[in-house]
């Protein structure tokens, strides 16, 4: 049953009076004279990055960051005997090991063009990329091997790992202006991808990680390699390069502890598995002044995948993103949907979104288990394709199958996840399809979300299924459509919230839940239309 809740005139005057006096109140005006202090994209990125880093503040306790210090070695690679278009790969690879050998220092790539399969770097190394040198990866499974310890999509696995890869080092760098350039597409790395599964159906977390082996023989399947990644490594620190034509993820940090990346550039665009830079199971973390273009998302934190990633059970934590550009890809900024240890003390701060497809973006699913908490954004403008807040807890039966139905409610289990604490302030949305999309998990719904002082253009208004808690406070709303669609929400709150939306109105539908669990606080205009229960 439905009903239309009217207005007589003399309450018309009195809900315009109460509109006049809130616009006219410090709170709201407060609002504006905040927001006009966001970064713009000129403001941002890796064309700005300075040389200082300046002190993290955070929500959260986060140690300092500083700039490596490294050995006064330097050894530069020759190219003396190459003929055009042989593998340096020996040369680079020898010029670490000789480095690391002597208790490091640097090792200089200089201007020119390098063909290259894989490079390991070692302890109290710098990897420095002069301007103009130009690192080509292989395309060919033979430069990838042997095999070595890696993870892929959240499940461990002994593969082709990635173009530059670390394991268990400490101080290493990737530095200076260079530019890399991913695996070509034409080779035996992109014709043997692993493409018969989803990765955690085809490595049984039950098989033991030592006979996970992936190496490609006989034309087998492999795991692609990443772009850069580290891994179970201490004090990594990546700085200028530019990153162009990954065959899978660009930049992975995976079980490593303090890791700076400032003033890279990304470009994947049109890759899709092109993450931009990907924070797996690491912890004190600083990613600073980087412009992404990518082929899926951008900015992304994950934690490992169901079964296998909460076997090993490490998180990602005390991650902190300020002053960058995500200007193209599927979500600026994303976590999951690889959650199984949790993601918690995430502080994005600063930043534009600029013609990425969704802008703040959460992504789990039913059997991956953990989740995400304390996630923390201030000082955002975006600039976006479709929406602004997107909660995708469910995925697709692609990957999952029945679970992606949100009906019937099952059991909570040991890879039920949650998403709780969500809190956004100081958010500019030129364009958006719609300001909030929530699809949650109806045993596992969405708990506590705050967004205020905010300024949104957008097609669509508000749009969610299995929240508990939710406050959007400080807020001018200007909508397309006026429609907020409920379903099992439990405290949704309006706190001084101005909607700007056709013919004046806020139009509900609301299903599992009654016109109690939604609260409309100082807030214009006051003409609420369509409850349906």
């Known amino acids: 049953m439905s009903m239309q809740l009217s207005v007589s005139p003399n309450h018309r005057f009195f809900f315009l009076v109460l509109l006049v006096t809130f616009l006219s109140t410090p709170v709201y005006s407060f609002v504006f004279s905040d927001l006009s202090t966001i970064p713009t994209k000129e403001q941002v990125g890796a064309a700005v990055c300075p040389e200082e880093i300046a002190p993290v503040k955070a929500p959260f306790p986060m140690p300092e960051f500083v700039r490596p210090v490294f050995p006064s070695l330097k050894v530069v690679v020759s190219s003396k005997g190459l003929r055009a278009g042989d593998k340096a790969t020996r040369l680079i690879q020898q010029a670490i090991d000789q480095v690391a050998a ?39 499974v033979k430069d990838y091997l042997p095999v070595v310890f890696t993870r892929h999509e959240g499940v461990e696995v002994n593969s082709l790992g990635a173009c530059i890869y670390a394991f268990e080092q400490e101080n290493i760098a990737i530095t200076g202006k260079g530019t890399l350039y991913g695996p070509t597409k034409n080779g035996s790395v992109a014709r043997q991808m692993m493409t018969q599964s989803v990765v955690e159906e085809f490595v049984p977390h039950t098989t033991p990680v030592a006979e996970r082996i ?33 065959i899978f993820w660009n930049i992975v940090p995976v079980y490593c502890d303090g890791v700076i990346i400032r003033g890279v550039t990304v470009n994947s665009v049109g890759i899709p598995r092109g993450d931009g830079i990907d924070i797996e199971s690491s912890k004190n973390v600083l990613i600073e002044y980087s412009t992404l273009n990518n082929g899926d998302d951008c900015f992304t934190i994950k934690s490992g995948r169901g079964d296998d990633g909460r076997r090993v059970n490490i998180s990602s934590e005390n991650i902190v993103i300020r002053h960058s550009l995500a200007q193209q890809g599927h979500g600026a900024i994303t976590l999951g949907s690889e959650t199984s240890a949790m993601i918690r003390n995430v502080y994005t701060h600063d930043c534009v979104f600029e013609n990425t497809r969704i ?86 719904p969405l708990i506590n979300v705050v967004i205020e002082n905010a300024m949104v253009q957008s097609d669509k208004l508000f749009n969610a299924a299995d929240v508990k808690g939710f406050t959007v406070r400080n807020a001018k709303l200007q909508t397309k459509e006026s429609l907020i669609n409920l379903t099992n929400v439990k405290a949704l709150m309006f706190d001084n919230v101005h909607f700007e939306t056709p013919g004046k109105a806020v139009r509900l539908k609301v299903a599992e839940s009654t016109k109690h669990d939604v609260i409309f606080k100082n807030s214009t205009p006051l003409l609420i239309k369509g409850w349906n229960n």
């Open 102 to 140: 002597q208790g490091g220092g640097r090792v200089i790539v200089p201007k020119g063009k390098w063909f290259t399969g894989r490079i390991s770097l070692k302890s109290n190394v710098n990897l420095h990329l002069e301007e103009g040198a130009e690192l080509h990866f292989s395309g060919e």
């Open 214 to 246: 992936y190496d490609g023989r006989n034309n087998s399947p492999i795991f692609l390699p990443m772009f850069i990644s580290p891994t179970s490594c201490k004090k990594v620190f990546i700085e200028g390069i530019t990153l162009e034509n990954t």
């Open 359 to 444: 802008g703040i973006r959460f992504k789990t699913r039913r059997p991956r288990g953990g989740g995400g908490e304390n996630i923390y954004y201030d000082r955002i403008r975006m600039n976006l394709k479709s929406v602004a807040f997107r909660w995708d807890m469910l995925g697709g039966t692609l990957y999952v199958g029945e679970l992606a139905h949100r009906l019937p409610v099952r059991e909570i289990n040991h890879l039920t996840p949650a998403y709780r604490n969500i809190f956004a302030k100081n958010i500019i949305v030129e364009k958006s399809s719609e300001f909030v999309s929530v699809t949650s998990i109806p045993e596992s």
